[in-house]
Each structure stands twice: as C-alpha cells, then as structure tokens.
C-alpha cells in the first residue's frame, strides 16, 4: 500500500470520497438462534425482531462489537455480517442469502457504504420491517456514494486514502481503497480511544474504488420506516450530506457530535435507536 502522491491524486478526481465505512456468503455470526426470531412465545406473542447489522468501508463485523452486547443484554437476536465491500448489487446479494437464512422479522442496520448495501438488500423483502442508518447513505435510484459525498462540501476523505491497484482478468486493473493508518484515527474514529483505534486501522477491510461509483437501482427507504443517526463531527460523510438524504427519506433523526465511527464510541446510543426502531416496527 505505497503511500504515492500521484496514486492519491488520482484517487481524489476519480473518487473522492468516502464511506465507511455486510456481508460475504456464509461469512457471518450470529447472536441468539436464527431461529428464534420467528417462534411465539407461549403467551402467543412473537419474540423480539433479529437485528441485522451491515458494516462499511474500512472496517469490519467487529465494530459492532459494542453494539451487539448492549443489543443482547436487552435481549435481542443479533447477526453482524461480513460485508464484501465490493459493490452494492452483489454486496445486497450476499446479505439477502443471510436474512433468508434469518426466520422472522428483522431490523436491518447499515454504518457509511452500508446503507447502500441495505437499502438494495430490503427492497421486496417485507420481514425487513424498519432500517437504522448510521452515518450511512440513503442512496435514491441511481446515486452513488461518490456522489452524495460531493453534493456538499466538508469530507476531507480523499488526502486520507490509500489506494491499492492490483490486475484483474482480461488485462486490466481495479482499485482497492484503504486509509492511511496514521490518518486513520483522525479521519475516522477520533473520538475512540488511540489505542482501539490503532487496531482499527490494523484490521482495516478496504472497499473497491468501483463500490462508491456504483449507482443504486432500488431504495428502500421509500417504502419502509427508517431511523438515521447523522454524526455532526464527520469527516467522511459531511453532517450536511447526512442531512439531505434523512430528510428526504424521510427519517426520524439523531444527531450526536460524534465522529464517523459513532457505533465504537457511543454504543449504547446507537442501540437504543435501533431498539426504538424495534419496538415501532414490530409489535
């Protein structure tokens, strides 16, 4: 990952953008039983809904870690999935093999590229009965990341990125796109701890460049209740950027002066969103 200035120069005009910010086939954990989710109790009232959680760009299942033991302790069914990063379309397609697999209602939650990756995924899918955005996009039919995080000013994403180009069958290139791990904690978690983020920035998943092109083909924030948590100290999706799209889905809103990494370092916070969302949505 050679830290060229030419490398990231182009990166800047090709993508300059964002996210972090799933799920690969079969590549997921679960929390509680799949199962449970669909069963009544013997009271005849249906369990809690299974919270799905989509991970973004430059990280992985594991931050949600703080997330799924507050989500647990009040008793509800969690999956973290391992999202492939590699594109909307076949990153939704991975997902939607897991909340097949998952009986009964769920919450489907996506942090950064994730809510591109969920609001493709839920489209059609009616035991997906609420979304949770956090600090994610709400792509409309035909939008990309790259767009949305250029349509306001304010991330400051592309000096932090690190790009990686590799050859792919019939002789051309991709892309791979990770963050500088001395940039990283500044960019993306400034408000963890410095040692939690170091091994964040360690573990780092990149996304493929081609992933923040890609254009949305469904939005299903349109036709289901969606919760957006818009962090106002963001330095990969501007809180202008996450306010245009909540609005325009829609959404009912939380603002916290948090950094991109809002589900590291206020967890409770964003369970208890997504708890709201649970208890709205399935009764």
């Known amino acids: ?36 989710a669909a069963n009544p109790t013997a009271g005849g009232h ?3 809904p299974t919270i799905v959680l989509e991970h973004g760009a430059f990280a992985d299942a594991s931050s949600w870690n703080g997330v ?6 009040d008793g509800y069914p969690v999956v973290a999935a391992a999202n492939p990063l590699r594109g909307p379309a076949s990153d939704a397609a991975a997902l939607r093999t897991v909340l097949d ?14 809510g591109n990756v969920i609001s493709e995924a839920a489209t059609g899918d009616p035991q997906v009965k609420g ?6 996009f709400l792509p409309a039919t035909g939008e990309s990341a790259l767009e949305l995080t250029n349509k306001y000013p304010g991330s400051t994403l592309p000096d932090a990125l690190d790009p990686v180009t590799y050859p792919v069958a019939g002789g051309s ?48 924030w349109k036709t289901k209740p969606s919760w957006d948590i ?11 950027v996450q306010r ?37 949505t399935v009764r």
């Open 230 to 240: 818009i962090t106002t100290r963001d330095l990969n999706i501007p809180a202008t």
């Open 68 to 73: 799924v033991s507050a989500l647990r302790a």
């Open 131 to 136: 979304l949770v955005y956090v600090a994610a």
């Open 244 to 280: 245009f799209m909540a609005e325009r889905a829609h959404a009912h809103t939380t603002e916290v002066a948090a950094s991109h990494s809002v589900a590291v370092s206020h967890p409770r916070l964003v369970a208890d969103v997504i708890e709201q969302a649970a208890r709205t």
């Open 173 to 220: 290139t991709a892309t791979d796109l990770y963050i500088q791990q001395d940039k990283f904690r500044h960019q993306f978690a400034a408000d963890v701890p410095a040692g939690q983020a170091a091994l964040m920035a360690a573990g780092q998943r990149p996304v493929a460049q081609a992933a923040l092109e890609e254009k949305a083909t469904s939005a299903a």
């Open 1 to 36: 990952m050679g830290n060229t200035k030419g490398g990231r120069k182009r990166l800047v005009t090709g993508v300059v953008s964002t996210l972090t910010a799933g799920l690969a086939l079969g590549a997921f954990a679960l929390s509680g039983t799949a199962s449970g």
């Open 46 to 48: 249906s369990v809690k």
């Open 101 to 114: 697999h998952v009986e009964g209602p769920k919450i489907l939650v996506g942090h950064s590229y994730g």
